[in-house]
Nanobody
Framework: QVQLVESGGGLVQPGGSLRLSCVAS????????IGWFRQAPGKAREAVSC???????YIADSVKGRFAVSRDDSKNTAYMQLNSQKLADPAVYYC??????????????????WGQGTQVTVSS
């Protein structure tokens, strides 16, 4: 059984930082692309980043320069660093995995597995 478990969300002040983690079980993560998505209340789920095992990287324009993604396949874990948090960033953040192709994937329907989400709140 495949499971993705996110952690690291919470309350952060504007300008602050968080690191989200996504721990996978039931799959060998080095065969999977990892996507990070977020969904704010009343809005559609949007792609924030994608990182393939080959190093292909996508960061959405809305967070470029502030968010960074990485992975430690030896720990079966992916990370997303959220820096310089803005009031527009609060959302539930999800990680997702799909068997990797040598390409960036940003559509939700292209992913096979999803975590339960972790809430990020930005408030002073």
């Amino acid at each position: 059984q495949v499971q993705l478990v996110e952690s690291g969300g919470g309350l952060v002040q504007p300008g602050g930082s968080l690191r989200l983690s996504c721990v996978a079980s039931g799959v060998t993560l080095d065969e999977y692309a990892i996507g990070w998505f977020r969904q704010a209340p009343g809005k559609a789920r949007e792609a924030v980043s994608c990182l393939t095992p080959y190093g292909d990287t996508y960061i959405a324009d809305s967070v470029k320069g502030r968010f960074a993604v990485s992975r430690d396949d030896s720990k079966n874990t992916a990370y997303m660093q959220l820096n310089s948090q803005k009031l527009a960033d609060p959302a539930v953040y999800y990680c997702a995995a799909r068997e990797s192709v040598h390409a960036i994937v940003t559509l939700t329907e292209e992913y096979d597995y999803w975590g339960q989400g972790t809430q990020v709140t930005v408030s002073s």
